[in-house]
T-cell receptor, first 117, second 117 residues
Framework: AQSVSQHNHHVILSEAASLELGCNYS??????LFWYVQYPGQHLQLLLKYFSGDPLVKGIKGFEAEFIKSKFSFNLRKPSVQWSDTAEYFCAVIRFDRGSTLGRLYFGRGTQLTVWP | GAVVSQHPSWVICKSGTSVKIECRSLDFQATTMFWYRQFPKQSLMLMATSNEGSKATYEQGVEKDKFLINHASLTLSTLTVTSAHPEDSSFYIC?????????????FGPGTRLTVL
């Protein structure tokens, strides 16, 4: 079955700790990969995306993610988190079906990150 | 730029009534809008893809007669939940793709929380 898996449902860290959120997907074809963030009471915002090229992509607010094709993974990282990073983080994948550029955006179930000051 | 709004943000209705949710792109025109549904602690699930001036494309398992979508202009799409029942209670999120953009570029609304009593 097609799926996007986020391994951690709730992560709790202290400020300045390093962060890594796991994301794995199960599609074998062409994919585009995304991380979205949803701050409390706000809408989903794009953190970063990978289409092609350098598998290490940098996003806003010091976040980065690495695409490892052999592992079907796209883990999100930040070397030093801040209290303001408290939010829900969603990994998402667009799979391009054969013969069509109409992508379907599939989301993981999300990871709630809580950062204590 | 690229702001998407939804109205209402929160609605409670009685079982058997219909509820209309609006999704508007405020500062851009959108050829395509998407409707998602999110259950608590679960991922966003794509319900349908809505193109201006044509019929929506529904995902497998989504009842088109239950969830009526109208995309009458380049800045407005509506989702009507007909004869709502408690199991329709959920968080409904729309997104929009600007004209000339690709499905990779979706801007999300803040969501509408529907509670059916």
């Amino acid at each position: 079955a097609q799926s996007v898996s986020q391994h951690n449902h709730h992560v709790i860290l202290s400020e300045a700790a390093s962060l890594e959120l796991g994301c794995n997907y199960s599609y074998g074809g062409t994919v585009n990969l995304f991380w979205y963030v949803q701050y409390p009471g706000q809408h989903l915002q794009l953190l970063l995306k990978y289409f092609s090229g350098d598998p290490l992509v940098k996003g806003i607010k010091g976040f980065e993610a690495e695409f490892i094709k052999s592992k079907f993974s796209f883990n999100l990282r930040k070397p030093s988190v801040q209290w303001s990073d408290t939010a829900e983080y969603f990994c998402a994948v667009i799979r391009f079906d054969r013969g069509s550029t109409l992508g379907r955006l599939y989301f993981g179930r999300g990871t709630q990150l809580t950062v204590w000051p | 730029g690229a702001v998407v709004s939804q109205h209402p943000s929160w609605v409670i209705c009685k079982s058997g009534t219909s509820v209309k949710i609006e999704c508007r792109s405020l500062d851009f025109q959108a050829t395509t809008m998407f409707w998602y549904r999110q259950f608590p602690k679960q991922s966003l699930m794509l319900m349908a893809t809505s193109n201006e001036g044509s019929k929506a494309t529904y995902e497998q398992g989504v009842e088109k007669d239950k969830f009526l979508i109208n995309h009458a202009s380049l800045t407005l799409s509506t989702l009507t939940v007909t004869s709502a029942h408690p199991e329709d209670s959920s968080f409904y999120i729309c997104s929009a793709t600007p004209i000339g953009g690709s499905y990779n570029e979706q801007f999300f609304g803040p969501g509408t929380r529907l509670t059916v009593l």
